[in-house]
């Protein structure tokens, strides 16, 4: 039984960086059927989905947020992070990470979110 | 960008009634090459992360109790639960997963009446 779980802080100021690091425990991150994913759910109870990475490095983004976001992998310690620089107040929100089940198409994977984790809550405030 | 519209935003059910949801893309979602709709569906409980439900529009992911039942093709898809329960109480969001960029749908709240 998979389980991720995120961390990082809770409170950070417009303009900064926020990176949040997700654990992963009863599966590899090395995994060839799956995306290990960043989403993150506003007030309004909106979902959306930030950017995934795959066990080769390879990362998709949300076109909406590609400019400012990072996701990363350290295999070692079977974790994936996200940054997300020059926030502003919309990027308050509770933020999950996800492993993502992966179905390769004609050269392109598609991916639907089988387990997350409880979600952390970032708040951008002065 | 696809963009998922449900209906409605929330309703209220008797215990043991029908709850149907509807999810509408404003694209369609199904491949053609492999005859595969691209859409998933999850239920969030209160306080808890999303939990997948369906996926390939129609697949039920195991454990997942057969009173539900997911349908639709193309643009139309549809939830349904056949006799509400009370741990049933829940968002239930849309998800397609055809683009670039993949987008829920805003969500349904479904109550007890």
């Known amino acids: 039984q998979v389980q991720l779980q995120e961390s990082g802080p809770g409170l950070v100021k417009p303009s900064q960086t926020v990176s949040l690091t997700c654990s992963v425990s009863?599966?590899?991150?090395?995994?060839?059927?799956?995306?290990w994913s960043w989403v993150r759910q506003t007030a309004g109870k909106r979902l959306e989905c930030i950017g995934r990475?795959?066990?080769?490095?390879?990362?998709n983004y949300n076109p909406t947020l590609k400019s400012r976001v990072t996701i990363s992998a350290d295999k070692t310690k079977n974790q994936f992070s996200l940054r997300l620089n020059s926030v502003t107040a919309a990027d308050t929100a509770v933020y999950y990470c996800?492993?993502?089940?992966?179905?390769?198409?004609?050269?392109?994977?598609?991916?639907?979110?089988?387990?997350w984790g409880q979600g952390t809550l970032v708040t951008v405030s002065s | 960008d696809i963009v998922m519209t449900q209906s409605p935003d929330s309703l209220a059910v008797s215990l043991g009634e029908r709850a149907t949801i509807n999810c509408k893309s404003s694209?369609?979602?199904?491949?053609?090459?492999?005859?595969?709709?691209?859409l998933a569906w999850y239920q969030q409980k209160p306080g808890q992360p999303p939990k997948v439900l369906f996926y390939?529009?129609?697949t039920r992911e195991s454990g997942v109790p057969d009173r539900f039942s997911a349908t639709g093709s193309g643009t139309d898809f549809t939830l349904t639960i056949s006799s509400l329960q009370a741990e049933d109480v829940a968002i239930y969001y849309c998800?397609?997963?055809?683009?670039?960029?993949?987008?829920f749908g805003q969500g349904t709240k479904v109550e007890i009446k």
């Open positions: 694209q369609s979602v199904l491949r053609s090459s492999n005859n595969k709709n691209y």
């Open positions: 998800q397609q997963y055809y683009g670039t960029l993949w987008t």
């Open positions: 996800a492993r993502a089940r992966a179905d390769c198409f004609d050269g392109l994977c598609y991916t639907w979110f089988d387990s």
């Open positions: 390939w529009a129609s």
């Open positions: 009863g599966d590899s991150i090395s995994s060839i059927n799956y995306y």
């Open positions: 990475i795959y066990a080769s490095g390879s990362t």
